[in-house]
């Protein structure tokens, strides 16, 4: 089974950017749908950009059009670039990935996100 590991998080002022990765140990063309997640402490985990195999992507409406998500070429590593960083996005984030269906069923361990204001 396909397994992510996300890296790239980190401690930044208001404003300012990260990039985060997620490396798949493997290519599968299974994996109907990758998207990057996030849980603030005390709230409930929340979708923040996903894409499809086909190339698709949504967003959600308090992150377009400061983050980015996009993949390699060799579709085995997603990226999530967080530009204009706000405090209210500071979170763990989480890559995942829709493997043989429609639902994330495969989970990374996830990475921190500090914004400070």
């Known amino acids: 089974q396909v397994q992510l590991v996300e890296s790239g998080g980190g401690s930044v002022q208001a404003g300012g950017s990260l990039r985060l990765s997620c490396a798949a140990s493997?290519?599968?063309?299974?994996?109907?749908?990758m998207g990057w997640f996030r849980q603030a402490p005390g709230k409930e985990r929340e979708g923040v950009a996903t894409?499809?195999?086909?190339?698709?992507?949504n967003y959600r409406d308090s992150v377009k059009g400061r983050f980015s998500i996009s993949q390699d070429s060799d579709k085995t590593t997603l990226y999530l670039q967080m530009n204009s960083l706000k405090p209210e996005d500071t979170a763990m984030y989480y890559c995942?990935?829709?493997?043989?269906?429609?639902?994330?069923?495969?989970w990374g361990q996830g990475t921190q996100v500090t914004v400070s204001s």
């Open positions: 995942a990935a829709a493997w043989m269906g429609y639902q994330y069923n495969i």
């Open positions: 894409l499809s195999r086909t190339g698709s992507t």
């Open positions: 493997e290519y599968s063309a299974s994996i109907y749908y």
